[in-house]
C-alpha cells in the first residue's frame, strides 16, 4: 500500500471530523480521489479491508446474545423489511426499465429483483462504527439495529451459498460441534492471556482461524468470524477483548472504506441513476420506523435504530458482485450501486451524528406512532423519592453508587442501558434501572415526577456525556449535573455545555491512591 494513499485518506479523513462528519466519509471521498489518480483496489488494500471486515464481526459476536435475534422486533423487522422493499423496489426497477430509462433498460424482471435485494440490505460496518463512536452499541436502539443487521447478514449469506450451487461440506456440522466442544478451552484461554498484545493477538488468531474454518467446509468466512464470536460472548472478559481489539479493527476498517471508493470511476450518467436509487432511502428508513414501533419499540428507540439503518450496504455490493460473476448483472451495475453506497454513507453521517437533536425536534409527530404496550425493557421508570441518579453503571458509576449509597441510602439509583449489566447488578442488590443518558423522555419524567438533585454522568463516551449535559440544561433539569471526565480540555467542555462539576478521573484516581497509601502507612503494624 502506497504511503501517499494513508496520507490522502488522513488528510480527507481529518477534514471530514473537523467538519462534524464521521472519518469514514473523508476515507471514502479518498477511495474516489485516489481511483481518480489512477490507484486500482485489489492486493494488500482488499486483504486489510477483509480482515477488518472480519474483525468487526468478531468484536459484533463477542456483544451479542443469542436471545436478541429471537425477539420479533428484531427478526420480524428485518424480514418483513427486506420482502417489502424487494416487491417494492423490484417493482420499481422493473418498471424504470419497461420505459427504457438510461442504464434501466433491458433489465429483466429477475434483474430488476436481484438490484432490489441487493439495496434491501443495511450497512453492518457503516452502523456498527456509527453507533461505536457514539458509545451506543449496548443501548437498545443499538442492539435492535445489530440484530436486525445480523439477520440480513444471514440472509445475503444463504444467498451467496445457494448462488455458488455448491451446498456445504458434510465436515460442516462436525466443525460446529468441534468449536461447541472447545469453547470452554478456548475461554480458559482469553482469561489468560493478560490485558495487552497477547490479548489482541487472542483475538485476531480466533477471528482468522474462525473464517478459515469455516470457508474451508464451504460457509461464509464471515460468518465464521461472526459465530466464534458468539460463542465466546457469555465469558466475563468478552467486552475486554472487544475493547482491545477496537483501535485495531477501526485501523483496517480504513481499508475496507478505501476499497469501496476504488470500486471504479463514477461517470455522469451512473452518478445520476445512483442517486436516483438513492431516493428510495427515505422510505426504507421510515419502513423500519414503521415495523419496529409495530412491535412494541418506543418511538425513540426506533427512531435511533432506523436512522442508523438509512443505508445501503458492502453486502449489497457482493450480493451484486455475485450477479455479475454468474452473468446476471453488467459490471456497469456494480459500480452504480457503488456509488449508491457511497451516497447513502456520505448522506447518512450527519444524520446520525445529529440523531438525539433530531428526536427532540419530532418527538411529538414520532410519538404518534408508538405502540399503546411497551416491550418490558422498554418501559420508563418513576423517579420519585430518589435524589441522586448515577448514569452508567460500569467500573467508575459502581463505586460512585456505592460511595453514594452509604451516605443517603435508598435515594441513590443507578441507570444503565446495557440489559445483561441492569440484570447481572440487580442480583448483586444494586437499586437501578434500564435507561439512556440521551432519551429527553427520561428528564421530563424526572422533572415532573421526582424531586432528584443530582444527575452524576459516570460513563466514558465524550461526546455522549457532552450532549447529555446540553439535553438535562435544554429539559430544564433544577438540580446539579457533576461528571466524570478523562481529560483537561473535555472538563472545560462540559462546564461549557452546562455541567455544573466535572472531575478529572486521573487526578481524582492519584488523590484516593495516595489517600488510600497514606492510610495504610499510618496504620499500625499487624502482629
Not at 189 to 204: Q, T, Y
Not at 483 to 499: F, M, N, P, T, Y
Request: net charge neutral.
Amino acid at each position: 500500500m502506497d504511503p501517499l494513499w494513508l496520507a490522502i485518506a488522513f488528510a480527507l479523513g481529518f477534514a471530514a471530523r473537523r467538519i462534524g462528519l464521521p472519518p469514514l466519509v473523508g476515507y471514502l471521498i479518498a477511495g474516489f480521489v485516489l481511483h481518480a489518480l489512477g490507484a486500482e483496489s485489489g492486493g494488500l488494500i482488499d486483504e486489510v479491508a477483509e480482515v477488518g471486515v472480519l474483525l468487526m464481526l468478531f468484536s459484533i459476536g463477542l456483544k451479542l446474545q443469542l436471545r436478541t435475534l429471537a425477539r420479533p422486533v428484531v427478526w420480524a423487522s428485518a424480514s418483513l423489511h427486506m420482502l417489502v422493499t424487494v416487491v417494492v423496489l423490484g417493482g420499481v426497477v422493473f418498471g424504470l426499465a419497461a420505459v427504457g430509462l438510461s442504464s434501466f433498460s433491458g433489465l429483466s424482471l429477475a434483474q430488476a429483483v436481484l438490484i432490489a435485494f441487493a439495496l434491501s440490505f443495511s450497512s453492518t460496518v457503516f452502523a456498527v462504527k456509527v453507533l461505536e463512536d457514539k458509545g451506543e452499541v449496548s443501548s437498545q436502539h443499538g442492539k435492535t439495529a445489530i440484530g436486525v443487521l445480523i439477520i440480513q447478514d444471514i440472509v445475503a449469506i444463504v444467498f451467496m451459498t445457494v448462488s455458488k450451487g455448491e451446498i456445504p461440506s458434510i465436515w460442516a456440522i462436525p466443525l460446529v460441534i468441534g468449536l461447541v466442544v472447545v469453547r470452554p478451552l478456548l475461554g480458559r484461554l482469553m482469561d489468560r492471556s493478560g490485558h495487552g498484545e497477547l490479548l489482541i493477538l487472542f483475538g485476531l488468531v480466533l477471528t482468522l482461524a474462525g473464517a478459515a474454518s469455516f470457508e474451508f467446509v464451504g460457509l461464509k468466512p464471515d460468518l465464521g468470524a461472526l459465530v466464534v464470536g458468539i460463542l465466546l460472548a457469555q465469558y466475563a472478559r468478552a467486552p475486554e477483548l472487544a475493547k482491545t481489539l477496537l483501535n485495531v479493527k477501526d485501523l483496517l476498517l480504513v481499508g475496507f472504506f478505501l476499497s469501496v471508493g476504488l470500486t471504479g470511476s463514477p461517470s455522469p450518467t451512473s452518478v445520476a441513476v445512483a442517486a436516483l436509487l438513492c431516493l428510495a432511502i427515505p422510505l426504507k428508513s421510515a419502513l423500519f420506523f414503521q415495523l419496529m414501533c409495530r412491535f412494541k419499540l418506543r418511538s425513540r428507540n426506533a427512531f435511533l435504530a432506523s436512522l442508523s439503518l438509512t443505508n445501503y450496504s458492502e453486502f449489497g455490493l457482493i450480493v451484486a458482485a455475485v450477479g455479475f460473476r454468474t452473468g446476471w448483472l453488467s459490471a456497469d451495475w456494480l459500480i452504480i450501486l457503488a456509488i449508491a453506497v457511497a451516497i447513502t454513507f456520505v448522506a447518512a453521517s450527519p444524520l446520525n451524528a445529529r440523531s438525539h437533536t433530531l428526536f427532540v425536534r419530532y418527538r411529538d409527530r414520532l410519538s404518534r406512532f408508538e405502540s399503546d404496550t411497551r416491550l418490558p425493557e422498554d418501559e420508563l421508570i418513576d423517579p420519585e423519592g430518589v435524589a441522586v441518579i448515577v448514569v452508567g453503571m460500569g467500573h467508575l458509576g459502581r463505586h460512585a453508587f456505592d460511595t453514594i449509597r452509604a451516605e443517603l441510602g435508598k435515594a441513590v439509583i443507578g441507570m444503565e442501558r446495557d440489559p445483561e449489566r441492569v440484570s447481572a447488578l440487580r442480583q448483586e442488590d444494586y437499586n437501578l434501572f434500564m435507561g439512556d443518558s440521551t432519551d429527553p423522555d427520561l428528564y421530563e419524567r424526572i422533572n415532573q415526577r421526582g424531586k432528584v438533585r443530582m444527575i452524576l454522568l459516570a460513563f466514558d463516551n465524550f461526546q455522549e456525556k457532552l450532549e447529555t449535559v446540553k439535553l438535562i440544561k435544554r429539559q430544564g433539569f433544577p438540580g446539579q449535573i457533576a461528571v466524570l471526565a478523562r481529560h483537561e480540555d473535555e472538563i472545560e467542555d462540559l462546564k461549557a455545555a452546562g455541567a455544573d462539576a466535572a472531575f478529572n478521573l486521573s487526578d481524582e484516581a492519584g488523590v484516593g491512591f495516595a489517600r488510600h497509601a497514606l492510610a495504610k502507612m499510618e496504620a499500625p503494624p499487624v502482629d
